[in-house]
T-cell receptor
């Protein structure tokens, strides 16, 4: 089992729709969870992080965490063509190492105008 | 702050040559990470340092890879000898230590091509 798993996609949604991106992780001891966005040819940049069970909202983005199910998701409301990118899920504290930050392989999102 | 600075941005080298990638983390950040990104394997953690000390190098592929952090403002990743399968984008990232909610900031990456 991979440490952090994501569906590679592509996930295609029409403009204005809700995009739902999912991530599972294998280590129950993981402490915090990050969503990064990476445009083609660019470096990853942080969208938001979450460390408590439940939902966390930031503008059009909502992160959801369920530690019992070892599941974290990112919802993007009112998707825009500029949201088209690869979305990387990252897990911190993997294996008990406080600062160890492990990434999934990413989900490619394509928002159709 | 200028952010995480990596050099060179692009490197093309012949198989068997030594390659050195460089990274300057954000001032005040105590953690430094080296990642390798390929289409097949995604973003893999190679090694990370806390306060200039290597904490976990379990992701380093083999003995051809080595990393150093001689001081808080500089790190290198060396590949000797290089092989075509080392071709990838190598990212350096840094973050403050002391909290599980601290994000990692990435440099622009070094695109390595070994021919």
């Amino acid at each position: 089992q991979k440490e952090v798993e994501q569906n590679s996609g592509p996930l295609s949604v029409p403009e204005g729709a809700i995009a739902s991106l999912n991530c599972t992780y294998s280590d129950r001891g993981s402490q915090s969870f990050f969503w990064y966005r990476q445009y083609s040819g660019k470096s990853p940049e942080l969208i938001m992080f979450i460390y408590s069970n439940g939902d966390k909202e930031d503008g059009r983005f909502t992160a959801q965490l369920n530690k019992a199910s070892q599941y974290v998701s990112l919802l993007i409301r009112d998707s825009q063509p500029s949201d088209s990118a690869t979305y990387l899920c990252a897990v911190k504290g993997y294996g008990g190492a406080t600062n160890k930050l492990i990434f999934g392989t990413g989900t490619l999102l394509a928002v159709q105008p | 702050d200028a952010g995480v600075i990596q050099s060179p941005r692009h490197e093309v080298t012949e198989m068997g040559q030594e390659v050195t990638l460089r990274c300057k983390p954000i001032s005040g950040h105590n953690s430094l990470f080296w990642y390798r990104q390929t289409m097949m394997r995604g973003l893999e953690l190679l090694i990370y340092f806390n306060n200039n000390v290597p904490i976990d190098d379990s992701g380093m592929p083999e003995d051809r890879f080595s990393a150093k952090m001689p001081n808080a403002s500089f790190s290198t990743l060396k590949i000797q000898p290089s092989e075509p399968r080392d071709s990838a984008v190598y990212f350096c990232a840094s973050s403050p230590t002391g909290g599980f909610n601290t994000e990692a900031f990435f440099g622009q990456g070094t695109r390595l091509t070994v021919v």
